[in-house]
């Protein structure tokens, strides 16, 4: 979805955008510690510098969010502005049932969920989702394909089970909320797009709560969508995003 909002992003915005690779997707994988969303903020700020882009707004959906709230407090010099699509509101600590995780545990649970995310063909596996999608489309079909490939006659995840689990132990030992206090500070144009799904959630409304009151200059936009904002309601994230960079002052805009 990055490929297919991007355009429509930057021509409602007039901004050059710019869609980010995670390492490990299409590039080798780093040693688990490199994960953490500290350590991807680093390795954000060198490519800017190779970029030749002293400042960006940032625009982070999911994993991509809590790295962008670890960014802008960090890096505050470096960052115009702040866009969280439906993450870095919420904690993995939030959820029902969570129990702290180690690094192996996690490894291990992926492992097995990857044994599981294996089909024999790509209708086999458009199969397998569709049911879980209120109105399947050709964009579902196209996400799919992007976060899988063809292996040895079966069709598998891009990204391997450790860079997963690396990436998933990440977000839970540096939570977005650890950043909250210090973005809250520092008078940075930051918008939140929740989606209706998360926030109708117990979880969810007190993680929304807990960030308008650390936050409380950050602007809030509520679309009626699952988690993934761009797959569910494209025209109107793309909208909201819009209307707030168009009020901020035009440079680059990276999103990853």
Do not use: K, N
């Not at 044994?115 to 199969?127: H, I, L, T, V, Y």
């Not at 989702?129 to 579902?140: D, E, K, L, N």
């Not at 292996?151 to 540096?174: D, K, L």
């Amino acid at each position: 979805m990055l490929d297919e909002q991007g355009p429509a992003l930057a021509a409602a915005s007039s901004r050059r955008v710019l869609a980010i690779s995670p390492p490990g997707w299409e590039t080798p994988p780093l040693a688990a510690a490199e994960y953490r969303p500290t350590a991807l903020s680093r390795r954000l700020i060198g490519l800017f510098d190779e970029l030749g882009a002293p400042h960006v707004t940032f625009v982070g959906f999911s994993w991509g969010a809590t790295i962008g709230c670890h960014l802008a407090a960090t890096e505050p010099d470096r960052v115009d502005a702040l866009v969280l699509l439906d993450a870095g509101y919420t904690d993995a600590q939030d959820r029902p049932g969570f129990v702290e995780p180690d690094l192996a545990t996690v490894t291990a649970q992926m492992v097995e969920q990857a044994r599981a995310f294996r089909w024999s063909s790509w209708e086999e596996c458009f199969a397998f989702f569709r049911p879980h999608v209120p109105q399947w489309g050709a964009s579902h079909e196209r996400r799919l394909r992007a976060g899988l490939r063809e292996e040895e006659g079966a069709i598998v995840p891009v990204v391997s089970p450790e860079v997963a689990a690396a990436a998933a132990y990440g977000v839970a030992a540096e939570p977005p909320s650890a950043t909250l206090s210090r973005l809250g500070r520092l008078g940075l144009p930051i918008l939140l797009v929740a989606a209706s799904e998360t926030v109708a959630t117990e979880h969810g409304a007190r993680a929304l709560a807990r960030f308008r009151g650390a936050v409380p200059a950050a602007e809030v936009v509520e679309v009626e969508s699952g988690h993934d904002l761009l797959l569910d309601a494209p025209e109107a994230t793309v909208a909201a995003v819009s209307a707030f960079l168009r009020g901020s002052s035009p440079r680059d805009v990276s999103r990853a």
